[in-house]
C-alpha cells in the first residue's frame, strides 16, 4: 500500500517520516495513515512550526522602557 503524504499529498517513495510522540499520535492523527509524511518539511508545515528569532537584549529593554 502506498503511503501518501498528510501534508502535500504527495507519494512517498523510498521512505516516509511519522510522529512518535505518543500525544502527537492520540491527539492529531486518526490513524497510522494520516501520521505519514514525506519529509521533515512537511511535519514541521502540518504542525505550524515557525523559527522565532532572539532579539539583542538592548533593543528589549529600550522598547519596556517606551
Do not use: H, R, W
Amino acid at each position: 500500500m502506498a503511503k501518501i503524504c498528510a501534508q502535500c499529498g504527495c507519494e512517498c517513495k523510498d521512505e516516509y517520516y511519522k510522529a512518535l510522540d505518543n500525544y502527537l499520535q492520540v491527539k492529531y492523527f486518526d490513524d497510522e495513515e494520516t501520521n505519514c509524511f514525506c519529509s521533515k518539511d512537511c511535519f514541521c508545515e502540518f504542525v505550524m512550526l515557525e523559527p522565532f528569532y532572539i532579539e539583542d537584549e538592548e533593543n528589549d529593554k529600550e522598547v519596556q522602557n517606551e
